[in-house]
Structures are given as C-alpha cells and as structure tokens.
C-alpha cells in the first residue's frame, strides 16, 4: 500500500450507558471509559451517546435514553453503523430475556447491531454467541430477583429497629439524620438524603403548624366526638390547609387518625411490588413493626388507642345501595343533583366516592335511576374572533 494512501475513516458509532443505583463500577463515566478503548481499539468512533442516569434495568418504560435508540436506529441516515454497550446488564435486566433479545433484534434488522464491550463474545458470530448471550440475560435478569430478596430482607431488618425506610414523609412528621445510628446531625430538607451507608434517618416531629393540625384532629376526634367530615369543613373553614396548599378532605382525616407513626411506631413490608409487577398486599403476620426512636412523640398512646375504641364504635362506609341512596334523597329535596349539593350533604363523607366507583356523577345518577347531573354550565358559543361587530355595538 503507498505510504500516500489515506487510513480508512473510523466506523460511526452510537454508544448507550445506564447506571441505577446498586454498584458504582457501572457508573457511567466508567462504562465510557471502557467504551471508548472498545472504540479506538477496533477502528470505531462514538457520535452520539445515549444516557439513562439513576433507572432500572428491568423495563423500557421510563427509560428515555433507550427510547430515543429505538427510535432513532429506524431513522434514515441515522449517522451510526453499530450501538456499543458496555455489557448485557447495561442493557437492560428484564425479567423476561426475551424482551432484552427483542430489542436487540430491532436494532440489528435495521442495520446498526449491538456490540456488548465487556463481555467475553464482542466479536464471536453465531450459535456460541447467541448461546452465551442467552446465558448472559438470564443471569442478569436473576441478579434483580437476588438483589430484591437481598434489599427486602436488609430493609426489614433496619425498619425493625425503628428506622426509616423511604417514602413519603406523613404530613407532621420530618426526616432526622443520625449518624452511625446515633449522632443527631439534624432534619433533612425535601429532596435531601443521607450521603453515608453506616448513617441513618429516623421520623420525628416536623414543623410546629402541621404538628399543631394533627393534635388538633385527634382533640376534635376524641374530646369533641367530630366525625371526619366535620373536622375536614371545620380546618377548611378556618383556613386550614394541607401540606400542599389543598382543601381538606375526609380521606385526609381518616390516615391521620389511624396512623401509628404519631405515636412512634412504624410499618414496613405491608405491601410488596415483585419486579416488573403490580403491588400486592402481603399478610398480616409478614409485616415489620418497628418502634421509632423519637424525640417526642406528636401524640399520647392514649389518645391514639381512644381515637382507635371510637373508629370501631362507629358504623362502618355506607354500602353502594345507600350512596345511591342519599342521591335519591338529594334529588327529590332539590330537583337536581350537582357536585355543590353533593358535597355539602352531611351523608357523604367523600363526594369523589362515586368517582371512584362510578367513574363519574352522572354514572352514579343513572345507577340511582335519576336524570344525570350536569357536567357543567352551557359555555357560550364565540361569534368570529370574539369582537364584537359595529351593529351589535350599536
């Protein structure tokens, strides 16, 4: 070859990068470090990354780096002949490896095949690759399963000792850091999280206005004998606000007075997600008590088993039968049925009740076997560009 022959240009290449949070290896400085070398190493140059920070490897939802691929490796001229990958688990840990094959296959029919980095079969061809990298999914996706058993059971342990587990903060509580379990550096912002392993975090009392609300809930509850609808119009009629700037709403009320954490204890394990699935509800006896370390609880453990003894004294939701019931009523007091009557008629604890069942008011109308509420007042129809002309002036 003449020393005036030019060198081949570099192949076009298009790298994905994925890091969720279980080891620090797979961060995604590191996987392009690696890919980079994969790159010069074999005549290849990275045009276009796509990145996913901080997402789960089990499913392609909520993954918008791995979304845009898919889209854009259809797309002609796309500008890259190959998508590097640091390894099969950078890719994805689908539970089901042949979802992971899947999308693979759709990027090499259209011409831009997948090259796995790391792995021992970068350049391997035929049934040995397709072997080991079917060997290679399932061992990934058997890594989630592992790891999730892995996290139950640790996060079980620390919810026993009073610990907090994640979530979201219950209005009048906050999130304390203690360091090494014990050393109290304070409370954690929103949005804010423990930056050590050996630290932790616990719920105490937050701020003095919510914490105020919720003694105030328990008072009108046990001393003053309201219900919860009559204590949610007494806080909306005072002004009172949720958390959230909103109106109060019964079922605000109801999770309050039953909540144990006001009194220091806490609850893990009640429900369980299994990869890739929908939450289920898990027994009784599978639950995790923990008593919280607190620095003061926000109410008595009597109060609270006082509020407990009048809740099961109460008669119990109101069957579907007399929902409809009190719309029948509401209808031939009024001769009409619209949400503003709904919610105010002290027989409905919750007027969304019947979205919840019905779907919607005038649903739960045509159950009761009345005329359907209105969906709202008639809006006048616009003329032109809504001016008004010179006759109609005049």
């Known amino acids: 070859m003449s020393s005036d022959t030019p060198p081949p240009s570099p192949i076009p290449v298009a790298q994905y990068v994925r890091m969720s949070t279980d080891m620090q290896k797979y961060s995604t400085a590191n996987q392009e470090a690696a890919i980079a070398r994969f790159a010069d190493s074999h005549g290849m140059q990275v045009v276009r990354t796509y990145r996913d920070d901080g997402k789960s490897g089990l499913r392609i939802r909520g993954r918008t780096g791995l979304q845009a ?70 061992m990934a996706a058997e890594f989630s399963r592992e790891l999730a058993v892995k996290v139950r059971a640790g996060q079980s342990r620390v919810a026993q000792m009073g610990f907090f587990t994640g979530g979201v903060t219950n209005f009048g509580m906050a999130r304390k850091l203690l360091g090494d379990g014990v050393e109290d550096r304070g409370l954690l912002r929103i949005g804010q999280h423990k930056a050590l392993n050996s630290d932790r975090v616990v719920l105490t009392a ?102 407990q003894k009048i809740k099961a004294s109460r008669p119990k939701r109101p069957t579907e039968e007399q929902y409809l019931d009190v719309l029948r009523a509401i209808y031939r007091a009024e001769g009409k049925i619209t949400v503003r009557l709904v919610r105010a008629s002290p027989y409905v604890p919750n007027y969304k009740w019947f979205y919840r069942r019905f779907g919607s008011l005038p649903a739960a109308c045509r159950a009761a076997g009345i005329p359907p509420a209105p969906l709202g007042p008639p809006k006048r129809p616009r003329i032109g560009n809504g001016r008004r002309s010179a006759h109609q002036s005049a």
């Open 69 to 138: 691929l898919m889209r854009d490796v259809h797309i002609e001229p796309r500008g890259f002949n190959a998508i590097l990958v640091y390894d099969v688990s950078r890719w994805g840990r689908f539970q089901n490896p042949d979802e992971s094959a899947h999308y693979e296959f759709l990027c090499t029919r259209a011409g831009a095949p997948v090259v796995y980095c790391a792995e021992l079969f970068p350049d391997m061809t035929g049934p040995m690759a397709a072997v080991l990298k079917s060997i290679k999914r399932s």
């Open 206 to 307: 937050g701020k003095g206005w919510e914490v105020a609300v919720v003694r105030l809930i328990f008072y009108l509850y046990v001393k003053e004998r309201m219900g919860e609808l009559a204590i949610s119009r007494h806080l909306n009629s005072r002004g009172i606000t949720t958390r959230r700037g909103a109106r109060w709403e019964t079922l605000h009320i109801v999770r309050i007075l039953r909540n144990e954490v006001y009194v220091g204890v806490t609850w893990y394990n009640r429900t369980t997600r299994p990869l890739g699935a929908s939450p289920i509800r898990n027994p009784p006896e599978e639950w995790v008590r923990g008593d919280a370390p607190f620095a003061k609880p926000v109410i008595s453990r009597r109060m609270f088993d006082e509020a």
